[in-house]
Nanobody
Framework: VQLQASGGGAVQAGGSLRLSCVAS????????MGWFRQAPGKEREFVSA????????YYADSVKGRFTISRDNAKNTVYLQMSSLKPGDTAVYYC??????????????????WGQGTQVTVSS
């Protein structure tokens, strides 16, 4: 399985970006997907996740109400719509596939396939 993330860029505070992550080589509609981010010198942290059927979504408190995760199983793609961006959102954003029988969405340790990351830079 390969994941290709895109859509990052440089925006001013208050702006928006939409990240995309396309999966290839597997059964995308069966995957629980997550987005994580990692800022320089910091640990990779959970941002958002979505269940395989798209019914359940999960968000870190820091992005709740500003970010929206969605998926299109026909396009093998998961999205992260980011609005009201803040300088603190600056990071490399990664998409990932969660292990099938994991009991949580929030830990990076339960994800076993990762995309290459896309840089998001928010200036004040």
């Amino acid at each position: 399985v390969q994941l290709q993330a895109s859509g990052g860029g440089a925006v001013q505070a208050g702006g928006s970006l939409r990240l995309s992550c396309v999966a290839s080589g597997g059964a995308f509609s069966s995957y629980h997907m997550g987005w994580f981010r990692q800022a320089p010198g910091k640990e990779r942290e959970f941002v958002s996740a979505i269940s395989a059927n798209g019914v359940s979504t999960y968000y870190a408190d820091s992005v709740k109400g500003r970010f929206t995760i969605s998926r299109d199983n026909a396009k093998n793609t998961v999205y992260l719509q980011m609005s009201s961006l803040k300088p603190g959102d600056t990071a490399v954003y990664y998409c990932a596939i969660r292990r099938t029988y994991a009991s949580t969405y929030y830990s990076k340790n339960v994800y076993h396939y990762w995309g290459q990351g896309t840089q998001v830079t928010v200036s004040s």
